[in-house]
């Protein structure tokens, strides 16, 4: 009977003792990222105090990565490295990238358009883009260079 008593005592000291460590672990903490858009930043785990670097920068298609924020009116800037004390989901913050557009207008125009746009800026229709009695068909983005004449189909 003592025998028996002894080995359900030793069992639950060993059951105690391995749910505490597994459970519990207060000292733990997490950095969760909302990235807003942007590619997926992984979950950082570090224990309580450590000092955590910043990851690598996301990626979003037209965006420049900006700064990380602490909250979502990006008021309260992520200065890095930071301590971790508490779980924290941070949020990134984008700049829209701009663009340099030029339109060279060629067979009697001889003119060239220059702009900047924003991404995700509807792009102006030019009246230079017409001729008489022709249809513009299209335009070439990039560095190629074509001549208006070519892409116009004489009615």
Known sequence: MHKIVRFLVLGLFFTLASCSNTKNNTNLKVIQFDTTGGSLIETI????????NEPSQPFKTGY???QWYYDSDFSLQVIWPISLEENLVLFADWEA???Q???FIYEGYDETISLEVTFGDVLPSFDVLTRTDYI???AFIQNQTHKADKYMINL
């Open 97 to 99: 990238k701009k663009y």
């Open 136 to 138: 513009f068909l299209m």
């Open 64 to 66: 420049n990565f900006a």
């Open 101 to 103: 557009l030029d339109y």
């Open 45 to 52: 785990e570090a224990n309580k105090g450590d000092l955590v």
